[in-house]
Each structure stands twice: as structure tokens, then as C-alpha cells.
């Protein structure tokens, strides 16, 4: 008998690095629909208009330095989309805090920013998706645009 608890002990130990590797999905997605929804959920106000890097803007008055947000929300249960729509919603509500701070209407060359690494897109954010949590890190700048 104490050797199948032995037995049993060891298969359970050995399982252990399989369930402890963490997944890292990269994914590109549509951001303008995570704005859209997120200002008719009333996150956003609209009052801040968002461009990614390469979008068109209309006349930009006057710039601000540029900023970085880098948020994580719980991914349990979630799809990968899903998870990820909700962390880019956290990274424009502090996008559109920062633009009121500077009164600013607009938050100009918005690009992924993961680990310091940047991607530009003019339609798609980069978000990392693992077993237990997402996350989405940008870069851009307060704008003036007219």
C-alpha cells in the first residue's frame, strides 16, 4: 500500500512543471471596436479621441510628452478577447485621464508598447494573453487637435 501512495506522490510531482508553465498568446486586434464599446458602456466619455500611429488626425496644435500605461485584468473564465478588450479599456481610461489632465482632446501615435517593444498598427493593438491574466501596455501622447 505505501508503495502506491509512493507511486501516486511521484506521477502527482512529476505533472507539477506541465501545470506550472505559464502561456503567453500573442494577439493583434481590432481596437477600434474596443473603443466603441467601451464608450457605449460609458468608460470612455468621448470627450478624448483616440489615433493609432498612422491614423489620420486632422490638424494637431500642440502635443504633449509622451506617456505609457501597462494594465493587467484577470483572465480566468474569459476568452482571450475578451480579456484583453477589458485591459486595453483600463489603458484608455488612463490614456483619456491623462489628455483631461493636459487638457487635451485627443491621445495621437498610440502604439503597443509590450516589454519596450513597440508595434504600430493603424487599426490592431498587441495584447498578451496567459492562463490567469491579460495585458495590454501602449505609448502615446496627449494631444490639441483641431
Given amino acids: 500500500m505505501e508503495n502506491i501512495w509512493r507511486a501516486l506522490s511521484l506521477a502527482a510531482v512529476l505533472c507539477l512543471p506541465a501545470v506550472g508553465q505559464a502561456r503567453d498568446t500573442t494577439h493583434f486586434l481590432d481596437f477600434q471596436s ?12 468621448g470627450t478624448v479621441k483616440f489615433y493609432l500611429k498612422g491614423q489620420p488626425t486632422g490638424k494637431i496644435v500642440k502635443t504633449f510628452p509622451a506617456a505609457t ?49 513597440e508595434y504600430a498598427d493603424p487599426l490592431k493593438f498587441e495584447c498578451h494573453a496567459g492562463g490567469v491574466m491579460a495585458g495590454v501596455a501602449m505609448r502615446g501622447q496627449a494631444a490639441i487637435v483641431k
Wanted: charged share 20%.
Fill in 34 to 45: 474596443v473603443v466603441n464599446t467601451a464608450i457605449a458602456d460609458g468608460q470612455l466619455d
Fill in 69 to 117: 500605461s501597462n494594465k493587467k485584468t484577470n483572465a480566468f473564465n474569459k476568452s482571450d478577447e475578451a480579456a484583453c478588450g477589458w485591459a486595453l479599456r483600463s489603458v484608455l481610461i488612463a490614456f483619456q485621464e491623462n489628455a483631461k489632465k493636459h487638457n487635451a482632446n485627443a491621445v495621437v501615435n498610440l502604439v503597443s508598447y509590450y516589454k519596450q517593444s
